[in-house]
């Protein structure tokens, strides 16, 4: 994702201020020289959040509704719709994964919760939310990068694709690590 790296998102970020709340998450996480698999997972879901609230209302969305209101999941769902993957090739379905990345951020965010999830699978939808936000600041920074960007998939979203088949994600999206494992 070179195309929109710390470079790019400040540049970007000082023209859409509206989108601040989007991009300053990942400004920090990208201008740090290490950080925790935690660390990724809470920075894009913060973006994604923001990101989805601006993006707005999307098709089918209802279906990450928690009595029939948009909860974290459903901002991830209008992300994951907004940047137009190709989902015949995932191995999750949209609802399921959006439910996925919310529960794993609120698993990792709220003490009240237990132990951390298996760092594994906060990687693998981490590493995963953090394409994803990347890509919808490139979709709204230069919509007509994004289509020569994602045509061949470029590795990163290829290796982010490969973490997510290590892991299993039941109907309510509590994701788990699956006999494959995921790799680094």
């Not at 201020?17 to 920075?43: H, K, M, T, Y």
């Not at 693998?124 to 994803?132: D, K, Q, R, V």
Request: proline letters at 5%.
């Amino acid at each position: 994702m070179a195309d929109i790296g710390v470079e790019g998102l400040n540049q970007w970020s000082g023209k859409n201020r509206r989108w601040d709340r989007a991009v300053n998450p990942l400004l920090g996480l990208l201008q740090r020289d290490s950080f925790v698999v935690e660390d990724i997972a809470i920075a894009a879901m913060i973006s994604l959040e923001a990101s989805g609230q601006l993006i707005g209302a999307v098709e089918g969305e209802d279906v990450t509704y928690h009595r029939g209101r948009p909860i974290l999941a459903t901002q991830a769902y209008r992300c994951l719709s907004h940047v137009e993957l190709d989902w015949e090739k995932m191995p999750f379905d949209q609802p399921r994964l959006a439910k996925a990345l919310a529960g794993n951020y609120n698993d990792v965010k709220h003490f009240d919760r237990g132990e951390f999830p298996d760092p594994a699978v906060t990687y693998a939808l981490g590493s995963f939310a953090l394409f994803i936000a990347r890509l919808v600041a490139l979709k709204v920074a230069s919509p007509e990068a994004v289509d020569g960007y994602l045509k061949p998939w470029p590795q990163d979203l290829h290796r982010a694709i490969e973490r997510l088949k290590g892991i299993e994600i039941d109907e309510r999206g509590k994701a788990t690590l699956n006999d494959e494992g995921v790799d680094s």
